[in-house]
């Protein structure tokens, strides 16, 4: 039964003219709020948490960075005498 709540919801939503993001975000939503025991706040923190990691940080001190840095300021800096 909650499987299919999930999913007449979806369609519902989706026969009303609402994006498909949206319309799966709130049958998640109806579907978490009907059948589960979790807080939203839980819910909330574990999504931002999710998000929020970052597997592959980007090393931005590397001589190539600079030198980009150091020449876009240059055309910024001719930009703003010539232009």
Same mark, same amino acid.
């Given at each position: #039964?909650? =499987? &299919?709540?999930l ?5 519902? =939503? ?6 498909? &993001?949206?319309? =799966?975000?709130?049958? &998640?939503?109806?579907? =978490? ?13 574990? #999504? ?36």
């Amino acid at each position: #039964m909650d =499987l &299919a709540v999930l999913i007449i919801a979806f369609f519902v =939503l989706l026969f009303l003219g609402i994006p498909i &993001a949206i319309a =799966l975000c709130a049958s &998640a939503i109806l579907y =978490l709020a009907l059948y589960t025991e979790i807080p939203f706040i839980i819910i909330g923190q574990q #999504m931002l948490k999710g998000v929020d990691s970052d597997p592959h940080p980007v090393k931005r001190t590397t001589k190539k960075y600079k030198d980009f840095t150091r020449h876009r300021k240059y055309a910024v800096l001719c930009n703003r005498r010539f232009g």
